[in-house]
Protein backbone atom coordinates (compact mmCIF):
# COMPACT_ATOMS: atom_id res chain seq x y z
CA UNK A 1 0.00 0.00 0.00
CA UNK A 2 1.26 3.48 -1.09
CA UNK A 3 0.75 6.86 0.80
CA UNK A 4 0.04 9.84 -1.35
CA UNK A 5 -0.99 13.38 -0.35
CA UNK A 6 -4.07 15.06 -0.97
CA UNK A 7 -5.58 18.58 -1.01
CA UNK A 8 -7.45 19.63 1.53
CA UNK A 9 -10.89 19.71 -0.70
CA UNK A 10 -10.40 16.47 -2.13
CA UNK A 11 -10.15 15.06 1.45
CA UNK A 12 -13.06 15.99 2.27
CA UNK A 13 -14.69 14.74 -0.82
CA UNK A 14 -13.36 11.46 -0.64
CA UNK A 15 -14.97 11.14 3.43
CA UNK A 16 -18.09 12.17 1.81
CA UNK A 17 -18.39 9.48 0.03
CA UNK A 18 -18.03 7.23 2.43
CA UNK A 19 -20.62 4.37 2.75
CA UNK A 20 -19.85 2.69 5.65
CA UNK A 21 -17.63 2.92 8.67
CA UNK A 22 -14.45 1.40 8.04
CA UNK A 23 -14.21 1.50 4.43
CA UNK A 24 -11.09 2.51 3.17
CA UNK A 25 -10.36 5.03 1.13
CA UNK A 26 -8.77 3.31 -1.37
CA UNK A 27 -12.28 1.34 -1.59
CA UNK A 28 -13.92 4.98 -2.17
CA UNK A 29 -11.95 5.82 -5.11
CA UNK A 30 -12.26 2.71 -6.62
CA UNK A 31 -15.95 3.11 -6.35
CA UNK A 32 -16.10 6.63 -7.59
CA UNK A 33 -13.86 6.00 -10.47
CA UNK A 34 -15.59 2.57 -11.76
CA UNK A 35 -12.82 0.51 -11.13
CA UNK A 36 -14.80 -2.49 -9.22
CA UNK A 37 -14.89 -4.50 -12.65
CA UNK A 38 -11.09 -4.26 -12.93
CA UNK A 39 -9.15 -6.87 -12.09
CA UNK A 40 -5.80 -7.08 -10.97
CA UNK A 41 -2.98 -7.24 -13.45
CA UNK A 42 -2.35 -11.22 -12.68
CA UNK A 43 1.33 -10.66 -13.68
CA UNK A 44 2.30 -8.54 -11.20
CA UNK A 45 3.96 -9.50 -7.74
CA UNK A 46 1.23 -9.26 -5.25
CA UNK A 47 2.59 -6.21 -2.69
CA UNK A 48 3.13 -7.26 0.97
CA UNK A 49 0.18 -6.74 2.83
CA UNK A 50 0.72 -3.62 5.27
CA UNK A 51 0.30 -4.07 9.11
CA UNK A 52 -2.89 -3.68 10.47
CA UNK A 53 -3.13 -1.09 12.89
CA UNK A 54 -5.39 -2.32 15.92
CA UNK A 55 -8.51 -0.42 16.48
CA UNK A 56 -8.45 1.57 19.40
CA UNK A 57 -4.57 1.38 20.14
CA UNK A 58 -4.36 5.28 19.89
CA UNK A 59 -7.30 5.51 22.06
CA UNK A 60 -5.89 2.90 24.61
CA UNK A 61 -2.23 4.74 24.87
CA UNK A 62 -4.23 7.77 24.95
CA UNK A 63 -5.61 6.52 28.48
CA UNK A 64 -2.65 5.05 30.08
CA UNK A 65 0.54 7.55 28.51
CA UNK A 66 -1.03 10.11 30.90
CA UNK A 67 -1.14 12.98 27.76
CA UNK A 68 -5.45 13.15 29.17
CA UNK A 69 -4.34 13.75 32.13
CA UNK A 70 -1.93 15.91 31.79
CA UNK A 71 -4.85 18.14 30.18
CA UNK A 72 -5.98 20.97 32.93
CA UNK A 73 -9.95 21.09 31.89
CA UNK A 74 -12.98 19.54 30.44
CA UNK A 75 -12.41 21.28 27.52
CA UNK A 76 -9.07 20.44 26.58
CA UNK A 77 -10.10 16.57 27.74
CA UNK A 78 -12.57 16.58 25.41
CA UNK A 79 -10.28 18.63 22.70
CA UNK A 80 -7.85 16.40 22.87
CA UNK A 81 -10.08 12.81 22.99
CA UNK A 82 -11.21 14.43 19.39
CA UNK A 83 -7.84 14.88 17.98
CA UNK A 84 -7.15 11.22 18.84
CA UNK A 85 -10.12 9.75 17.25
CA UNK A 86 -9.28 11.88 14.52
CA UNK A 87 -6.19 10.33 13.92
CA UNK A 88 -6.77 7.15 14.35
CA UNK A 89 -9.26 6.85 12.14
CA UNK A 90 -9.91 10.17 9.75
CA UNK A 91 -12.79 8.23 7.35
CA UNK A 92 -14.70 6.68 10.32
CA UNK A 93 -14.62 10.31 12.03
CA UNK A 94 -16.18 12.02 8.66
CA UNK A 95 -18.95 9.44 8.94
CA UNK A 96 -19.72 9.92 12.23
CA UNK A 97 -19.44 13.78 13.07
CA UNK A 98 -22.47 14.49 11.55
CA UNK A 99 -24.24 13.85 15.04
CA UNK A 100 -26.61 16.58 16.28
CA UNK A 101 -28.50 18.01 19.04
CA UNK A 102 -31.89 19.32 18.94
CA UNK A 103 -30.88 22.33 18.36
CA UNK A 104 -27.46 22.64 17.49
CA UNK A 105 -24.72 20.92 15.09
CA UNK A 106 -21.79 19.66 17.33
CA UNK A 107 -19.04 19.43 14.48
CA UNK A 108 -18.47 21.33 11.40
CA UNK A 109 -15.83 22.11 8.78
CA UNK A 110 -15.32 25.65 9.63
CA UNK A 111 -16.38 27.79 12.52
CA UNK A 112 -19.49 29.55 10.94
CA UNK A 113 -21.51 27.30 10.68
CA UNK A 114 -20.95 26.45 13.94
CA UNK A 115 -21.56 30.28 15.12
CA UNK A 116 -25.07 30.20 13.07
CA UNK A 117 -26.45 27.38 14.82
CA UNK A 118 -26.23 29.15 18.29
CA UNK A 119 -25.88 32.15 20.19
CA UNK A 120 -22.66 31.18 22.79
CA UNK A 121 -21.42 27.90 21.17
CA UNK A 122 -18.04 28.93 21.61
CA UNK A 123 -16.36 27.06 18.67
CA UNK A 124 -12.56 25.68 18.50
CA UNK A 125 -10.54 23.87 16.14
CA UNK A 126 -9.92 20.11 16.53
CA UNK A 127 -5.85 20.09 16.20
CA UNK A 128 -5.20 17.56 13.27
CA UNK A 129 -8.40 17.69 11.71
CA UNK A 130 -10.15 20.01 8.91
CA UNK A 131 -13.35 19.67 11.86
CA UNK A 132 -14.28 22.53 14.05
CA UNK A 133 -17.01 21.46 17.23
CA UNK A 134 -19.35 23.37 20.29
CA UNK A 135 -17.45 23.87 23.68
CA UNK A 136 -19.93 25.61 25.03
CA UNK A 137 -21.43 22.54 26.70
CA UNK A 138 -21.37 20.83 30.30
CA UNK A 139 -19.08 17.86 31.12
CA UNK A 140 -22.31 15.30 30.59
CA UNK A 141 -22.85 16.64 27.32
CA UNK A 142 -18.94 16.74 26.02
CA UNK A 143 -19.16 12.83 27.55
CA UNK A 144 -22.45 12.03 25.54
CA UNK A 145 -21.31 13.74 22.14
CA UNK A 146 -17.97 11.84 22.79
CA UNK A 147 -19.77 8.42 23.09
CA UNK A 148 -22.19 8.87 20.35
CA UNK A 149 -19.09 9.71 18.05
CA UNK A 150 -16.79 6.34 19.47
CA UNK A 151 -20.41 3.95 18.85
CA UNK A 152 -20.09 5.30 15.30
CA UNK A 153 -16.83 5.23 14.46
CA UNK A 154 -16.85 1.25 15.84
CA UNK A 155 -15.51 1.18 19.33
CA UNK A 156 -16.46 -1.33 22.02
CA UNK A 157 -18.38 -0.37 24.69
CA UNK A 158 -16.05 -0.55 27.56
CA UNK A 159 -13.67 1.62 25.65
CA UNK A 160 -16.07 4.24 25.35
CA UNK A 161 -16.82 4.45 29.16
CA UNK A 162 -13.38 4.77 29.64
CA UNK A 163 -12.61 8.01 27.46
CA UNK A 164 -16.05 9.16 28.37
CA UNK A 165 -15.15 9.14 32.25
CA UNK A 166 -11.65 10.51 31.35
CA UNK A 167 -13.38 13.75 30.43
Aim: aromatic share 6%; net charge neutral; proline share 5%.
Amino acid sequence: MKTIEVDEDLYRYIASNTRHIGESASDILRRLLKLDAIAANPREPAAPAAPVVEAGRGVEQMLTGGELAEQESAIDRFMHILSVLYRENPMAFAQASDIKGRKRIYFADDEAALLASGNTTKPKAIEGSPYWVITNTNTGRKRNIVAQLMAAMGYPHGLIERVCHSI
